[in-house]
C-alpha cells in the first residue's frame, strides 16, 4: 500500500515545496501533472521543502490522460473539491493492499469541470464554513493526506523519537 498525492498543474512553488516536504515525512508519493506554473528548480519551491527534495519521490505527466493511463484496476483515486458532497472522513483508507491517489486541483480554477462531471462518484470534500473559497492547497493535501495516515495506524512511521536534547526527555 502506497499513499500519492497528484497536483494538476500546480502554480505555485511554495505551495509544491511545502506539500513535497509533507511528502518526504510521510513516504508519500508526490506526482505533478504538467504544465507547472514554475520551473522545478525555482529558488522559492526549494526554500519551501528545504533540503527534503531528494527524500521525495516525484513522478512527473505530461497531462491529466497520462495519469490516468498509469492508474490499475485496484487503485483508488479520489477527487479533492470544494464541489464534492461527501467528505474525505467518510471514506475507509485502511485496506493496505490498496494504492491511494489523492488528486488535487490548480490552485486557482481547481479540476477540469469536464473530468470532474465523468468523475463525480470520486469527489471528496474538506468541510468548511462558506466565508471562505477555499483552503491553501499544502494545508488541503495535509488534511487528507493525516486521515488517510490516521486511518492506515501511521504504518512505517516513526510515533515516537527522542533527541540528544530532548526537551521531554526524563
Not at 498525492?5 to 511528502?23: D, H, K, Q, W, Y
Not at 506554473?37 to 519521490?57: C, I, P, S, T
Not at 490552485?107 to 473559497?133: C, D, Q, V, W, Y
Amino acid at each position: 500500500m502506497t499513499n500519492h498525492v497528484v497536483l494538476f498543474e500546480p502554480l505555485m512553488p511554495a505551495n509544491t515545496g511545502n506539500i513535497a516536504r509533507s511528502c518526504a515525512g510521510t513516504n508519500t508519493v508526490l506526482h505533478l501533472i504538467e504544465p507547472l506554473g514554475f520551473q522545478l528548480d525555482n529558488k522559492h519551491m526549494k526554500r519551501a521543502g528545504l533540503d527534503y527534495w531528494d527524500e521525495v519521490n516525484v513522478v512527473m505527466h505530461d497531462d491529466l490522460p497520462s495519469f490516468m493511463a498509469t492508474l490499475k484496476a485496484d487503485d483508488k483515486l479520489f477527487l479533492i473539491s470544494k464541489f464534492a458532497s461527501k467528505s474525505y472522513t467518510d471514506v475507509n483508507y485502511e485496506d493496505t493492499n490498496k494504492n491511494y491517489y489523492f488528486l488535487f486541483g490548480k490552485e486557482t480554477t481547481g479540476l477540469p469541470e469536464t473530468f470532474m462531471k465523468e468523475h463525480a462518484e470520486l469527489a471528496l470534500r474538506i468541510p468548511m464554513s462558506n466565508h471562505i473559497r477555499a483552503f491553501n492547497l499544502s494545508n488541503s493535501v495535509a488534511i487528507v493526506l493525516f486521515e488517510a495516515l490516521r486511518q492506515q495506524k501511521f504504518t512505517g512511521m516513526e510515533l515516537a523519537h527522542r533527541y540528544e536534547h530532548d526537551k521531554l526527555k526524563d
